[in-house]
Every structure is written in C-alpha cells, then in structure tokens.
C-alpha cells in the first residue's frame, strides 16, 4: 500500500475494530450549511427562496444561480444513482500527533456538528449504472482542512479506484493543509500525489471537481492533477489569498481573480458547470472512459 511509504507509524486511527475498507452505514444526506426553515435567502442577490424551491434547483438560487454550500452526503446524493452509494473507511479519524492544544476537543466538536469523523466522505456506488469512486470533502469539519486521516482516506480510495479501474470522481473544498498535525499535513499532499500517478500510469480515469473554496496544499496536489477539471460556478480556487499576492508582488489584482471563471481564462480547469447539469457532464465521462461505456455504445 502506497499509505505505507508515508507512514510508519500511524498518525491516524480507526474508530471500533480496524477492518481494510470497512463498509459502514451511509447517514441520511443533511442539510446544515442550509438554514432550517420555510423560506431561505441567497447570500449573492437577496433573493428570498421557498424551501423545496431551493431543493428542486440543487440548492443553487433560480435568479442569479449562487451556488449554496451542501454537504457531503447531500453532494452524493445529488451525484450517484439512488440507494447506490457505499461508503469506504468511514472510521478513519484523526489522532493529536504533536501535541496541540485543544486540537482532540476542536476534532470532537467538528464531529458532533457535521456528524462526520472526518473532513472527507470516500466510497463507491454508480451514475447511470456505471461504477465509480467517489470522494467528497465537506468544508463545515474545519474548514476541509487536510490532516492525516483525510490524506489516508483519500489515498485508499485512489488505491480502490486503480484496483478495481472504476473513474474516480473527487469533489474537493478545503482551506489547506491541517496546522494542527505541521509536517504531517503536508506530506499528504505527496502521498496523494504518489497514489494517482499510480493511476495516470494505470489509465484510470481521475475527475476533480472544484467547489467552493478550494485553496493552499489541497490546491496545489491533487486538485490540480485531475485528468478533467471542473468547477463550479464562482468557486475560488488557488493556493495564497488574493491580499497576500497582491501585497507581496505590490500589484492590483482583477476583481474576479481565482474564480473558477478566472482559472477557465486561463487554462487552469476544463470547464466551468453548473450544479444542476454537473451529474450528466459526470456520466458523459464515465460512460466514454469506462469499458461499460464502450460496450453501451456499440
């Protein structure tokens, strides 16, 4: 396993028995990140939204098309074929390696309010019946940082997707690597990166969706290493904030820099998709790069 390069000792742990790629039941998708109530307000325009309004336009407002922030399980719901989602290594979690203060208790509440052990959620299921990998990370468990156990968990699904040659469709949000675990955040960025060139050199499809915002390590590994990039609309995605560029090179920077319509001008994603057409461009793909979809075709 490539996670064994990278560590020796485990700076990660598993919740219950440790079991490889346990199966573990898949919660109801949720919906925190949007207000409970009747009637919702968009953030971009104002716009005032009945409940199920909202629902029906995948939680993206009908008159300027802000895209509201969901979370995991709503993202594979509105993803994958219904009732075919199986989550992977659902009880990988976090441990405190360095020592840092409060970071058991900020891991502890981050769990009781998303109801998540971590800030990614990988498995597998189907869109239109072909298989896939899926992961997602969700930005309400520390803002999607990346620690050692999401860095684990996302490399065990690119290590999944290469064995069994299903597309892998990635989902990333994320303000970076993890301060709290130093150096042994970071180095997830190479563990991941080693894992999907395993992939490229096994042809196995890799699919990166860009939500909003994904910034620092994760930008810079395996957010940008995708085979086809999207984004959707408005996401920021880049590495350092537009301030910290514009202070450091003594620069005015365009109002819409490190937008995913930004990073389409200039070459950085394939293409920009809304949230209600993002699961039949998903299918598109899979259906042309899987065996499946060949055989379909002819």
């Known amino acids: 396993m490539l996670r064994d390069l990278f560590n ?10 440790t079991v490889e790629r346990e199966k573990v039941p898949t919660p109801d998708p949720v919906e925190k990140d949007i207000p409970k109530g009747l009637v919702e307000k968009c953030d971009a325009c104002g716009n005032l939204i009945m409940g199920k309004e909202l629902q029906k336009h995948a939680y993206t407002c009908p008159e300027c098309n802000f895209h509201f922030r969901v979370d995991a399980y709503t993202r594979i719901a509105l993803t994958l074929d219904e009732g075919s989602f199986v989550e992977l290594n659902g009880n990988v979690t976090s441990t ?6 409060d970071y058991e208790s900020k891991l502890e509440k981050a769990q009781k309010s998303t109801g998540l052990t ?17 992961a997602v990370m969700d930005p309400r468990f520390i803002m999607g940082s990346m620690g050692s156990a999401v860095g684990e968990k996302l490399t065990r699904i690119m290590e999944r997707a290469t064995e069994e ?5 990635l989902f990333t949000a994320s303000g970076g690597a993890r301060m709290q ?11 991941t ?11 196995v499809l890799f699919v990166t969706v860009i939500t909003h915002p994904t910034t620092g390590g994760v930008s810079a590994s395996f ?11 408005g996401a920021m995605f880049g590495f350092a904030g537009k301030r910290v560029i514009e202070q450091t090179i003594r620069q005015k920077l365009p109002d819409d820099f490190q937008t995913a319509e930004f990073n389409l001008k ?33």
């Open 96 to 101: 405190n390696p360095l020592g840092f203060p």
């Open 118 to 134: 971590e800030g990614a959620v990988t498995g597998e299921g189907t869109i239109d019946g072909v298989p896939v990998a899926i």
């Open 165 to 169: 040659r299903e597309p892998l469709i």
């Open 266 to 298: 200039h070459g950085m994603v394939d293409k920009v998709v809304h949230r209600k057409q993002l699961r039949d461009a998903l299918g598109v793909l899979v259906r042309i790069h899987s065996a499946r979809g060949w055989a379909d075709a002819e």
């Open 181 to 191: 675990e130093g150096i042994l955040s970071l180095m997830q960025m190479a563990k």
């Open 193 to 203: 990166s080693v894992a999907l060139r395993r992939m490229h050199d096994e042809q």
């Open 8 to 17: 020796k000792r485990r700076h990660y742990a598993t919740l219950g028995k």
């Open 223 to 233: 957010a940008s290493l995708g085979d086809i990039i999207f984004a959707e609309p």
